[in-house]
C-alpha cells in the first residue's frame, strides 16, 4: 500500500515471534493485493474491468470493505464516495500521470454515488455494476489493514498491543506499566513531520485524513489528492486535516474522509449530531487552528479510551 505497518506489542514469553511477524506481513499482503488500485490483477481492479450488469465473485475481506464504504457513503450523502477511481486517475494520484482531457471531462459533473451504482450479494459474495463505476478503497482499506493486523495479534492471544499502517492505528489493552498507549497527531504541515496534539489510546482506533502529504500545485492553488464528487476534482478547503477516534480503524479511516470532504461547518455539525470524537485543523490567515468536537479531543480530559492533550 505504499507505506510501512507497525506493530508494538508486550507478548508472553512464550510468543512464536517469527510466526506471528510472519502472520501481520500476511494479513498486510492480503489487504494489498486484493484492494490495490496499483496492481492491475488485484481482485478491485478485476472489479473494475468487468461490465456492468455481470455477477463478479469476490473474497470476503472486499466484500466486507466494499460493504463498509456502501454504508459511510449513505449515511455521509456521498461526501465519503468509493466510486471515484477515474477522478483519482485523472489528476494523476493513481497509477497513471494527470490527463488533462480526462481532468476537464470530469469538472462539474454530477455524477451517482458509488452506493447507487454498486449491488453486492452477501450471501454469495458476488457484486455488479449498474453503470460505468470505477472504485477506490485508498479511503478505506489501510483502516481495515489495521484493524486486520490487531485481529491477528489477538489470535496469538496477546492482550497488550498498538498497530499502525501510515497514520492509522490501533490500540488494545495498555503498556506492561499500566499506562495507555501515546501517540502523536501530526501537525499538518507541508514540508515538516512534527505533532501537533499526542493521544493516549486504550482499546480505541483513530484515522486522519489531510491535504499535506499527496497534492498539486495548480497556479495559485495547493490542490488535495481527495476527490470531491460535488466538483469532480480535488478537494478544495480550508480544512487541512480530520482525525476520527473509534473502535474500528476502518471507519475511522473512512469517516475521517467524509468529514474533510463535508468541510469544517457541515462536517463539525455532523460528527457533534452523530455522537463522534473528531479533531479539525484548520487553515485560517493567522495560522493552523484547532476545532474539536467529542469530549475525547477536549484538552485534558480522560473517559478511559482515550485522553486528549
Known sequence: MGTRWSALIYAPTSTDHKALRAALARAVDEVDHQMST????????????????????????LMQVLATGLEI?????????IGLGDLVNAWGFGPRTADPEAIRAHLGQCRPPAHDLLELDTERGRARKHGALSLDLSGIAKGYGVDRMMAVIEGFGITSALVGLDGELRAKGVKADGTPWTVAIERPDYELRAPMSVLTLQDAAV????????????????????????TGGPL??????????????????????ALLVMG?????????????????????????????????????????AATGI
Open 38 to 61: 496499483w496492481k492491475p490483477d488485484s481482485d478491485l481492479m478485476r472489479m473494475n474491468a468487468a461490465p456492468p450488469g455481470v455477477w463478479i465473485d469476490l473474497p470476503p475481506a
Open 73 to 81: 457513503g449513505r449515511a455521509s450523502k456521498g461526501a465519503f464516495d
Open 207 to 230: 484515522a486522519t485524513s489531510g491535504d499535506y502529504r499527496h497534492w498539486i500545485d495548480v497556479g495559485p492553488m495547493r490542490l488535495s489528492h481527495t476527490m470531491d464528487a460535488r
Open 236 to 257: 478544495n478547503n480550508r480544512v487541512a486535516s480530520v482525525s476520527v477516534l473509534t473502535e474500528s480503524c476502518m471507519e475511522a479511516d473512512a469517516w475521517a474522509t
Open 264 to 304: 469544517e461547518a457541515a462536517g463539525s455539525a455532523f460528527a457533534d449530531a452523530q455522537g463522534m470524537n473528531a479533531l479539525f485543523v484548520l487553515r485560517t490567515e493567522s495560522g493552523l487552528a484547532r476545532r474539536p468536537v467529542g469530549p475525547i479531543f477536549a484538552p485534558g480530559h480522560h473517559r478511559g
